[in-house]
Every structure is written in structure tokens, then in C-alpha cells.
């Protein structure tokens, strides 16, 4: 469960060993899952979950065994063996990987009843929600959206019946998610959407999805270009970080997507045209003094010069590399996809202010995976100085790798943290 469940890399990689779903997302007992997943490693040769899977079980359990069908059995008891101990309690697991703070993704509708019961415990690391609001974009799909409404209202308190309540509420949950400590929205999309729409016309388009009616692509598209404006004036006004990934094609397959569900790891690589609307998105925010600092992160490689390129448009003189190229993301996190990135964002931005590493395995093991991000950078670096192309000066590399993996995030996000370890 600690390992397997949610993490979709891993389960793709099943799917094409030719394991069955039912030891992937379906109702195999965890000790079968585990055994398919180890079945599948040795398969895994040159791709990242080779290291990954590797560097998990050294760092947390200490396991310096490969992991195979031959020893599957053996690492299942001794990790679990560990589990059952206090030492590897959720809170342990995260003081010992270093964790000073974590943010999770949350929908404007969650109570965050999680959040408050953390806030409330003593431990040494803060946990903060994050704004996710895309639901409140779905109007291209009018029965889903009509109860998502309905959960809004009921979060809120505030009536939806009309787009001014929608907005309202909206705004209400962004400030109860600012009273809970969140500094961070963030975006999945294909693209950023930038038609023009007139705040009548997003009424409009609202009434009718709540009424149930079609709406059509085009109006789909406009208002949700209409709702992107306002959150990002609405994380403007709170001096909040936006984030947005952009690019994938998600739930390719409709026969799995039927059984399995979102985010289950048939997802891909799209090939979208980025650049000109995020150009508009971000110059519409900036044009009225309404832009927010912003982390953009590409899913195809194709992207990397166009998003470096364009974060260094819109820096305000103030904050440093307010508009951030972030991190090689999803399908790009791997040790080719990463170099990629920092040369990119090396050749045409500041690699020092950079924020740093970002995993999206939902896996509670795959801290390792910023070890192996670490590596990654340290080795480039490593081959500049042994090629004269960076001076031997630790002083001025150590500080730049000290603060790529840890302090530009931290004084970046704004976050309240604790004493850092």
C-alpha cells in the first residue's frame, strides 16, 4: 500500500510487463502486487524506476538487496517487518527523509478536516493544503459540474445560484485555504486557455451548464479562460505562488478510463501549441499589475526553450525570477529529461534562483526521488568544473546547490516552516 498504491509510474510499467490489472488497481491481495511489481523490476533497466525503486529501499528500510521474483518474499518481510515498528510511523518516515514541509493538492470544496488535524498535532514538519479549482472550469460537462456547484455551496456557505455567488464562494474558500496556511494554487491542463469572454457572457455560459444544458467547446473554452483571469488575480491579491502544468493528453484509454478512473496512469505526452496563450494569459495579468509569481511546467520536451524563453518576459525587478521554468515534470523527470531542463533553463535564465525539484508519484516512498534529482544536478555541475567550464570553487557551487534544492524554494513559496534540520 505504502509503495504501490497510487503510484501510477509503477503501474505503468506493470501494464507493460503484460501484468494483469487485477495486480495493478485491482483486488490482488498487496503481498501479489508486490510479487508482480518485483517480477517487472529486473525489466525496468535504464528506466528511472530501476533507481527509484532502489534508492527506496536503502534509504528507508535499509535494504541494499535488487529486487526480483527471487527476492521478492525476503525484502516483503523484512520491510514490513520495519513497518510494524514506531520507528517507521508516518511522522517518522518524513523526519527521517529530512521533510520540513509538504504541500498536498486539494479541491476548493475539501473541509481540509485533515489539515486542522494536523495543525493541531506536534510534529516538526508543517503540512499545507494547495488551491486545485479546475473543477470550476468543467462547464463542458454539465451534470458533473451541477454537483460540484452544489458541493461548493455547501463548503462556502454561499449561495451559487447566479455566477456572482459562484465567484464569491470561490474567493470565500481561498480565504479559508490562506487561513490554513496554503501560499500555492496550481493548474492541470492541456493549455492555457485565453479566449475572450466578458464577464455577462461567463454569467451567461454558468446558467446555462447549472441549468443542464449543452455547452459547446467554444464557451467551454471561453469561460474557463475567463475563471483562469480571476484566479490569477486572486492569488495576486494574497501574494500567492500559481502553479501551472501544462500539456498532457489525459485518459487516453476510455475502455480503462471506465473501469480504473482518472489519474491511473493512462495518461501522455501531448503536443499542444503553448506558446502564443501563455504569452496572452501571462501579459493580461501583468498589463493591469495583477500577475503572481508563477512556477510553469512543460510535459513535452519540445516546450523547454519556449517556457525558459517565456518566463523571462514577465520578471518584475523585484522578485527574483518571479516567473519560474519549473522542474522536468512527470514524463521529463528522468536523468536525460532533467538535464534537459537545467541546460535550458541554464542557457537562458538564472539556474541559481531555480525552486528546484518537484515529484508527482503520490507515492509516500519517493522522497528518494529529490536524492535522485540531487545527483542529477550535482554530476552536471560536476562535469563543468572537470571540463574548466565552471570554476573549482566550493564555496560558489556548494551555495548554488544549497539553494536550488532547498532555501530558493523556501524563500520563494512563503511558507511558514519550522527551524530547517
Known amino acids: 500500500d505504502i509503495w504501490l498504491a ?120 508543517r503540512v499545507y493544503p494547495a488551491y486545485r479549482p479546475d473543477k470550476a472550469m468543467a462547464v ?129 505526452m501531448g503536443d499542444f501549441s503553448q506558446g502564443e496563450a501563455l504569452s496572452k494569459y501571462l501579459d493580461r495579468l501583468d498589463s493591469t499589475g495583477e500577475l503572481p509569481k508563477m512556477i510553469l511546467y512543460n510535459n513535452n520536451p519540445a516546450d523547454n526553450y519556449v517556457f525558459a524563453t517565456m518566463a523571462g518576459n514577465f520578471q518584475d525587478g523585484v522578485v527574483p525570477c518571479k516567473i519560474q521554468f519549473g522542474a522536468a515534470w512527470w514524463f521529463l523527470d528522468q536523468k536525460e529529461g532533467i538535464e534537459w531542463q537545467l541546460n535550458a533553463l541554464s542557457n537562458l535564465g538564472l539556474l541559481r534562483r531555480f525552486v528546484g525539484m518537484i515529484t508527482d508519484s503520490r507515492s509516500f516512498l519517493s522522497f528518494p526521488r529529490h536524492e535522485y534529482f540531487r545527483r542529477i544536478l550535482c554530476n552536471l555541475i560536476g562535469r563543468d568544473v572537470a571540463n574548466g567550464e565552471l570554476p573549482n570553487d566550493m564555496t560558489l557551487l556548494s551555495a548554488t546547490v544549497r539553494e536550488i534544492c532547498f532555501e530558493n524554494a523556501r524563500n520563494f513559496l512563503g511558507l511558514a516552516l519550522p527551524e530547517t534540520p
Open 6 to 125: 497510487g503510484d501510477h509510474y509503477k503501474w505503468r510499467a506493470m501494464r507493460a510487463n503484460g501484468i494483469p490489472e487485477k495486480y495493478v488497481t485491482g483486488d490482488a491481495s498487496p503481498w501479489e502486487k508486490f510479487h508482480a511489481y518485483a517480477k517487472t523490476v529486473p525489466y525496468t533497466l535504464r528506466n528511472p524506476l530501476y533507481h527509484w525503486t532502489h534508492l527506496e529501499l536503502k534509504r528507508y528500510f535499509g535494504i541494499n538487496k535488487i529486487l526480483n521474483g527471487d527476492t521478492s518474499r525476503e525484502i516483503w518481510e523484512e520491510a514490513n517487518e520495519k513497518l510494524a515498528t514506531p520507528e517507521f510511523s508516518v511522522q517518522n518516515l518524513l523526519i527521517n527523509q529530512r521533510v520540513v514541509a509538504l504541500c498536498t493538492t486539494d479541491d476548493p470544496t475539501d473541509t481540509l478536516v485533515h489539515h486542522k488535524e494536523i495543525a493541531k498535532a506536534n510534529i516538526p514538519m
Open 140 to 268: 463542458h460537462a454539465p451534470e458533473a459540474f451541477k454537483k460540484w456547484v452544489a458541493a461548493l455551496t455547501a463548503a462556502s456557505g454561499v449561495d451559487c445560484a447566479n455566477f456572482g455567488g459562484f465567484i464569491a464562494a470561490l474567493t470565500q474558500r481561498h480565504d479559508f485555504f490562506h487561513s490554513m496556511g496554503a501560499r500555492l494554487s496550481d493548474h492541470g491542463l492541456s493549455s492555457c486557455p485565453v479566449e475572450e469572454c466578458s464577464e455577462a457572457d461567463a454569467a451567461t455560459i454558468y446558467a446555462s451548464a447549472l441549468s443542464g444544458k449543452t455547452v459547446t467547446p467554444q464557451d467551454a473554452a471561453r469561460f474557463a479562460s475567463h475563471m483562469m483571469f480571476f484566479f490569477g488575480k486572486l492569488d495576486a491579491s494574497k501574494n500567492w505562488t500559481k502553479q501551472l502544468h501544462l500539456g498532457p493528453i489525459r485518459n487516453n484509454s476510455s475502455r480503462m478510463f471506465k473501469s480504473a478512473g482518472p489519474d491511473t496512469g493512462f495518461d501522455s
